[in-house]
T-cell receptor
Framework: SQKIEQNSEALNIQEGKTATLTCNYT??????LQWYRQDPGRGPVFLLL?????KEKRKERLKVTFDTTLKQSLFHITASQPADSATYLC?????????????FGAGTRLAVHP | GAGVSQSPSNKVTEKGKDVELRCDPI?????LYWYRQSLGQGLEFLIY????????KSGLPSDRFSAERTGGSVSTLTIQRTQQEDSAVYLC?????????????FGPGTRLTVL
């Protein structure tokens, strides 16, 4: 079955630096990958979707890359701010089809310090 | 506009009791999803409703779990004879359609604690 791995350790960075989060997956080739943000006590909020034929996608201070050879996506936040502190989840469609059933990683917690 | 709402926000119950969790999706959204999030884990898909189609129940962990969606809008997730391992945050999401890349909008979740 497919497996999604995100760094379980929190990422601590200083305000103004670039945060880079990693999502690795195994055992299949998804047609797309999504990134979500989740704040404590809240549901996830969709941020970006990148398709398998796209190498990179940007939205304001966010940048996502998708390397289908390495089976990895990198999520970057440039000029990070304390307000960016949250848990970031990657999600992929399932191997078995039924693309609406997203498979989520456990998430990486980001803490941006002033 | 109003987002996805869920109730109750917190539910504490005793082992063996039944619980009902409610989800009000965004008006006009035809697709509705239930997920479960255990501490330190990713979201686990439970069930999916799309319009009048038969629901996809492939993620329900046991026959103690069931869900219905009345009138294509509000959904209720029912857990019978709750067990301690059912303790988790139950999240509901809705999307405009059932397309594979339709954005899913999540509610705040219901935190279920089974004592």
């Amino acid at each position: 079955s497919q497996k999604i791995e995100q760094n379980s350790e929190a990422l601590n960075i200083q305000e103004g630096k670039t945060a880079t989060l990693t999502c690795n997956y195994t055992n299949y080739s998804p047609a797309y990958l999504q990134w979500y943000r989740q704040d404590p006590g809240r549901g996830p909020v969709f941020l970006l979707l990148i398709r398998e034929n796209e190498k990179e996608k940007r939205k304001e201070r966010l940048k996502v890359t998708f390397d289908t050879t390495l089976k990895q996506s990198l999520f970057h936040i440039t000029a990070s701010q304390p307000a960016d502190s949250a848990t970031y989840l990657c999600a992929l469609p399932p191997l078995s089809g039924g693309y609406n059933k997203l498979i989520f990683g456990a998430g990486t917690r980001l803490a941006v310090h002033p | 506009g109003a987002g996805v709402s869920q109730s109750p926000s917190n539910k504490v119950t005793e082992k063996g009791k039944d619980v009902e969790l409610r989800c009000d999706p965004i008006s006009g959204h035809t697709a509705l999803y239930w997920y479960r999030q255990s501490l330190g884990q990713g979201l686990e898909f439970l069930i999916y409703f799309q319009g009048n189609s038969a629901p996809d129940k492939s993620g329900l962990p046991s026959d103690r779990f069931s869900a219905e969606r009345t009138g294509g809008s509000v959904s209720t997730l029912t857990i019978q004879r709750t067990q301690q391992e059912d303790s988790a945050v139950y999240l509901c999401a809705s999307s405009r359609g059932g397309g594979d890349t339709d954005t899913q909008y999540f509610g705040p979740g219901t935190r279920l604690t089974v004592l």
